[in-house]
């Protein structure tokens, strides 16, 4: 397996496991020396992970760090691991601040085994960072985590690459943090700045008004748009337009109303105008072509949402549904199909496990392949 499919793997096993991790040296054996290991560490031999690393830092004597990872005989990342679901905040991170400074590591990961923060220190020589440059978590996997990851692996670790990359990650990461927040209450300052481009008169505070909602309403028409945009693309050529509505950047999820192309639909289905495409589907649907996306080019993996549920179609034809999602109640549902095309609808509790049935995907993926290899020859 390459590193995004051990990566997949093991988080594929964390809703299942997870529940049953009371301590923290379950959730190590579990999951973070799995997760070391998937970086291309030996976890076995001290050489190159050193277990309970003990320095002398002359504050605690005795003190251990939970891992250490060796390269070129020298310590290069610190781990501190929490019990699974423990609590990641700062204050919980008191060894790492502590050995940051007294070894060669440049880079700390504090993880209960599902979150992943990892520290430099950016901000001063040898003083560990308080706001982490990368926050990955297992169950939320994505191609952009997976190859920041992957600059830590054994093979591919060279420090200066690592630093420059994690000064970008951090900064465009606060940098998005404040945007999200002026998108959702644009400040005096933002206001201004858009205003004195656009008005060249004195801004009362009926105009401050007046220019902060037109700036909040431009702000959320532009970020749709582009939404909208990379949805289309992900969804393949020919694909129904995508109409995105942002009602709210913070808390409440991006709402998006898609316009359905029906023109395909079978004759015993209502037609539908318009439906919600929530968040969780369009992030059901993504797992779903990351799991076939070895067996089938991802293009031909289509989403058609329709008020009942959230179908996953290959080629875009209703005689090849690959899956359904019913995520519009309290229960979540998973619609699977066999070889005679009929459905069976399967509870889920989280998206994750959608994972779990990766098999009966591939297995009525590969059904229709072989029906089209079939009618080819015929």
Partial sequence: MDFSDKLQALAAKIPALCPRLQTEEATKNALVMPFIAALGYDVFDPMEVIPEFIADHGIKKGEKVDYALVKDDQIIVIFECKHCGGDLSVQHASQLFRYFGVTTARVGVLTNGVQYRFFTDLESPNKMDEVPFLEVDMTRLNDSLVAELKKLTKPAFNLDELLTGAADLKYTREIKRLMSEQLDAPSD????????????????????????????????????EQISQRLQSAMGEGAAPVNLSVHSANPA??????????????????????????????????IIKAILRQNVEPLRIIARDTQSYFGVLLDDNNRKPLARLYFNRGQKYLGLFDEAR?????????????????????????????????????
């Fill in 253 to 286: 999820p991006i709402n998006v109303e898609v316009t359905v192309d029906n023109s395909n639909e079978q004759e015993n289905e209502p037609k539908k105008d318009a439906v919600n495409t929530t968040e969780d589907e369009l992030q059901g649907f993504y």
């Fill in 342 to 378: 009929q459905e069976t609808k399967l509870p889920i509790a989280d998206l994750n496990d959608i994972y779990d049935h990766a098999d009966e995907l591939k297995r009525v993926l590969a059904f229709y392949e072989k029906t089209n290899q079939t009618a080819g020859e015929g």
């Fill in 189 to 224: 300052e933002f206001v201004k700045m858009f205003a004195s481009k656009v008005f060249s008169g004195p801004l009362t505070p009926a105009r401050r008004e007046y220019f902060g909602g037109l700036t909040q309403r431009a702000f959320k028409s532009l970020l749709s």
